[in-house]
Structure formats: structure tokens, C-alpha cells
């Protein structure tokens, strides 16, 4: 190992961490696992997973190597470069990685044996960097071959530092992170904290992919002076930037370039000191308490809360559905849903989506209209009827994940039970679902669109908010007709039905744009109302009386 001397100083094992990396990466090759989200008895390899993630990173890399070629400032362009690889390392991190830094499921391996905190902790580091190696070398590979071809054989040596570094700070700033609030906080909220950390920070690039090419022109971003903007000195894209500045043109501003060539090699392993030095102690045993039981007070305080809440979801429960059966399903979905966190992270972001989307369609034309100007003429015509059925995302988003956990093994219960038919405790999922998370949405969005076209627009919502209930239903009956939380997430690909899936999708647009048509005449609006009420009601109970034949149920071979 090239870095052993300087590991043993700092107090890591190597022998250690080369035993503790390999049965890790032993593992990872035998067994499906959050990197393949492959089938847990799929028998086939995994390398087609991992060879399509690279050929999707290489689609990716060529569009951001376009800005190297369209901003021809060394110093600039690799600026914007390297900022948007580093975002799309850490979203990856967060998003998909982060069970591997907080994993618990070693503790009872590693725990009792004499491992040090740094030992493991770098482990762990070591672990996430050489699968995102993958990634970085599809995101890499276009602009590695540019600058090889366009900027010398000296550039193209000195962008592999580049990535290296680029790569390490990645890495490096999401452990940081993680380390210090789980330093802080107590590992019951840890949990949560990052669950919605995860969840702002999809949002945040989300919007920022949306916005940012709305707002800014690339021809003008090309004339800009970063010398003169103080902020790119806190910037450590702009460090690594200056490392190719000092391979193609060492002579530019050497007052800058050279302090921040510095910063880029030095960076990297300055963090890394700081996490094994300060933020590593403890670890092991935050990890610990993460996996094990909350404590005497925080198990009394969420005794109490559930009993809080218990009296107002029976009520509810027993005014929305019909059976016991009915009922159980109904609960289940209403109480999982807020406490499976992995549930939370995918389904949330969801909710920012729309009003996103929805602002970016109406504020976004190439007319000479400013914004204040297009929010001041959004009344005058049926654009409603857009935000109405872009809410159908969300109860779709849902209910494509609403049946996978990480837990699916206790969905036994479903099964030793003496359940005839199994639809009802998917009719009691759906009325969850829809009460729980489209419901207040949809009256958010009532609110919104009164104040703005008038009461006039209620029929409308109504009619639309029945629409996308039918059209939940559909999905529900072709493509995730299966028990909650039954399934795991590697079985993903095997449940969702991608035409079938896309045909609905278009279904519900098609609704939609027949109601924009439609919207001008009110009595024909309060008819198809009615009518679409007889056959949701309809559709429902053919959905509540699906028997075991009917359903989709997970087998494990």
C-alpha cells in the first residue's frame, strides 16, 4: 500500500484495513447490494448492472465536457466543470452511499475485535471511493480525451490529478459532514437528519438544473474575470481549475494559480487528517448505538406520541374504511410510511417537484414578458388545469414505492393470516395514500389556484382530483399491484413495468389536456364529475375484491 508509512502515523492499521477491504469487496462481487440494485436471487453477474451506470456517467461526462469546448478559458471552464462533477459525486454520495458510511450491519463483526475507530473509518472511506471510482471514470472519460487531444499530453497527466483531487474532496466533504452531526446529535435524530438533508439536497440541484440554464447565458459567462471575483478563493473547484491553468498556461496570474494548485493537492489530504485525527474517535460506538435500542426516555417519549396519535388514525380509520381487514391495510400504510426514512427520501422530494415544474412551464417562454408581467396575466386563462394533473406525479412516485423496503422479510404477516381477499388490504393502502399525501396537496393547490382564478376553478379541481384517483387505480391494478412494503428494493426492476408505466403517464396528460379543452364550459365540467365519481366508486371495489390469484406476491428462491 503506496500510503502505508504515513496510515501507520496517523494510527491505522493496514494490515487491518487491507483484511477489512477485502472481504468488503469479496462481499460486494457475491452478493447483490445498494451499488447493482439487482434482484436479491437474481443469478446473473453484476457487471451489467455496473456496465450500464458507465455508459449512463459517459452520456453525462460528454454534455459536461461540452462546456470545455464552448468556454474556452482554462481557468473558467474547468471551474464549471469540476463544480458540476463534484455536485454529481456528492448527490450520488448522499444519495446512494450513505448506507454504506452509517452501515451497522458489520458492528457485530468488527465491534468486539480490536479495530480502532480511524481504522474503520478509513476503511469505510476506502470502500465508497473505489465504487465511486466507477462513476467518476464514466463522467471523466470525454473530457480526459479533450483535453489530451486539444490541450497536450501534459494537460491530460495533469487532469487526472485533477480528478483525483476533485474526487477525494467529494468523498471527503460528504463524510465530513455525516461524521460531525453524528457527533452532535443523538443517533435516533441522526437518522432523521439526514433523511432530510438527503431529501433538501434533491431538491436544491433539482431546482438548480432548472433554473440555472434559464437564467444565465453562456456566451456572457464566457467573458467573465474570476480573478476579480473574491468568491472563487473558497471554491475548491476553482483550485483544482488552477492545476490545469498551471499545465496549459503557467505564466497566467502566477499570484493565484500557484496558491491554488497548492490548495488542490493539499486539500484532499488535510481532510483526510481532520476526519482520522478528530472526527473519527467515537465512531465505532455512535455506530453502535445507531443500530441498538433508543433508551429508557427516548422509548417513553415514543410511547407517548403513538399514543397520541393512535386515537385520531382509529377515528380516521374507521370513517374511511369498511372492514377490518380494510383497516389494518389503511393503518399500516399510514404508520410506515412516516417511519420508513428510505421511503421518505424517495417519495418526498416529489412534493417540491411539482411547484418547480409548474414554474418553470408558465414563467419560462421566450417572450418579452417579465416574470412579475407573466404572473400578472396568469389568471386570465385555464393553466390550473396543468397544476392539477401534475399532482398525479406524486401519487405515482408513491405508489411505485410504497411496496419496497428494506425490511420485506416481516410481510409474513400478511400471509399466515386468514385473509380471503387480499384486495382489501390494498384498497386500505390506497385510501392511505391518497388521504395521507395527495389530499393535502391537492388542497394546498385549491387554495392556490381560488386566490388566484377564483372559487369558479373548485369544480375543476374536483373533476381532476377524481381523474387522477381513477388513474392511481390503474397503475395500482397493473404495474405495483402488490402487498406494502413487501418487496425488496433490488426487486425494483422486475415490478416496474416501463410501457405500461409510461402508457398511464400519457393517459393522465391526455385527461388532462381534454379538461383544459373543457374547462370553458362549467355544467359539462359538474356532468363528467358525476360520472367519473360512479366509475372511481366502481373501480374501487373492483380493486378491493382482488383475490391471492389477482396480486403479485414476492417469492425468494
Known amino acids: 500500500m503506496l500510503f502505508a508509512p504515513l496510515m501507520n502515523r496517523w494510527g491505522i492499521d493496514t494490515n487491518q484495513l487491507k483484511i477489512i477491504l477485502a472481504i468488503k469487496l469479496t462481499m460486494d462481487v457475491r452478493r447483490p447490494n445498494t451499488f447493482t440494485q439487482a434482484k436479491t436471487n437474481s443469478s446473473k453477474p453484476v457487471n451489467g448492472v455496473n456496465t450500464m451506470s458507465l455508459v449512463i456517467s459517459f452520456i453525462m461526462g460528454i454534455f459536461y465536457t461540452m462546456l470545455l469546448a464552448f468556454l474556452k478559458v482554462p481557468l473558467l471552464g474547468h471551474t464549471i466543470y469540476f463544480t458540476l462533477i463534484m455536485v454529481s459525486l456528492t448527490l450520488t454520495l448522499i444519495s446512494d452511499f450513505t448506507s454504506v458510511l452509517i452501515d451497522t450491519k458489520d458492528n457485530y463483526i468488527i465491534l468486539p475485535r480490536p479495530v480502532s475507530d480511524r481504522t474503520f473509518t478509513v476503511s469505510r472511506i476506502l470502500h465508497i471511493t473505489i465504487h465511486i471510482s466507477k462513476l467518476v471514470f464514466g463522467l471523466t472519460l470525454p473530457a480526459f480525451i479533450y483535453t489530451l487531444i486539444f490541450d497536450g499530453a501534459l494537460a491530460g497527466l495533469m487532469f487526472l490529478v485533477e480528478i483525483s483531487s476533485a474526487t477525494l474532496l467529494s468523498i471527503l466533504f460528504v463524510n465530513i459532514i455525516y461524521l460531525i452531526v453524528l457527533k452532535v446529535t443523538t443517533p435516533g ?14 431538491v436544491l440541484i433539482f431546482v438548480a438544473y432548472n433554473t440555472i440554464p434559464r437564467v444565465l447565458d453562456i456566451s456572457a459567462i464566457g467573458k467573465i474575470n474570476m480573478i476579480q471575483i473574491k468568491a472563487i478563493y473558497l471554491m475548491p473547484s476553482a483550485w483544482i481549475a488552477g492545476l490545469h491553468e498551471l499545465a496549459v498556461n503557467w505564466r ?11 490548495l488542490a493537492i493539499l486539500s484532499p489530504l488535510i481532510g483526510i487528517r481532520v476526519v482520522i485525527r478528530y472526527l473519527a474517535p467515537g465512531f465505532n460506538n455512535k ?5 441498538g435500542s433508543l ?10 406520541e403513538i399514543k397520541r396519535t393512535n386515537l385520531r388514525l382509529e377515528n380516521m380509520a374507521n370513517f374511511f374504511t369498511s372492514s377490518s381487514i380494510e383497516k389494518a391495510g389503511f393503518k399500516i400504510v399510514w404508520l410506515l410510511t412516516s417511519r420508513y426514512r428510505e421511503f421518505k427520501v424517495k417519495a ?18 421566450k417572450n418579452t414578458l417579465t416574470w412579475s408581467e407573466k404572473w400578472d396575466h396568469l389568471g386570465n386563462g385555464s393553466k390550473y388545469v396543468i397544476l392539477i394533473y401534475m399532482t ?15 425490511r420485506y422479510k416481516a410481510a409474513w404477516v400478511y400471509y399466515v393470516t386468514p385473509v380471503r381477499t387480499p384486495g382489501e388490504i390494498l384498497s386500505g393502502m390506497y385510501k392511505a395514500i391518497v388521504l395521507k399525501f395527495l389530499c393535502p396537496f391537492i388542497l394546498l393547490i385549491t387554495l392556490f389556484c ?24 390503474l397503475l395500482a391494478l397493473f404495474t405495483t399491484n402488490r402487498l406494502p412494503f413487501s418487496e425488496p428494493e433490488g426487486n425494483k426492476s422486475k415490478a416496474g413495468k416501463f410501457t405500461t408505466n409510461l402508457f398511464l403517464m400519457m393517459l393522465m396528460f391526455g385527461m388532462g389536456g381534454i379538461h383544459y379543452f373543457i374547462a370553458r364550459w362549467e355544467w359539462l365540467i359538474w356532468v363528467l364529475l358525476f360520472i367519473n365519481s360512479g366509475v372511481l366508486w366502481l373501480m374501487l371495489n373492483k380493486y378491493k375484491a382482488q383475490s391471492w390469484q389477482e396480486i403479485q406476491v414476492y417469492q425468494e428462491v
Do not use: R
Open 189 to 202: 435524530k441522526f437518522k432523521d437528519i439526514i433523511a432530510y438533508f438527503q431529501i433538501a439536497f434533491a
Open 450 to 473: 381560488i386566490s388566484i382564478w377564483g372559487p369558479g376553478v373548485i369544480n375543476d379541481v374536483l373533476f381532476g382530483f377524481c381523474n387522477l384517483i381513477i388513474v392511481g387505480i
Open 392 to 406: 398525479g406525479i406524486i401519487l405515482l412516485n408513491i405508489l411505485q414505492n410504497v411496496i419496497f423496503s428494506d
Open 252 to 262: 497566467y496570474q502566477p499570484e493565484v494559480i500557484l496558491p491554488f494548485s497548492v
Open 287 to 291: 455506530l453502535a448505538e445507531i443500530s
Open 295 to 304: 433508551g429508557d426516555k427516548q422509548e417513553a417519549k415514543a410511547h407517548t
Open 348 to 365: 418526498y422530494p416529489s412534493f417540491a417537484f411539482i411547484p418547480a415544474y409548474f414554474i418553470f412551464m408558465v414563467f419560462s417562454g
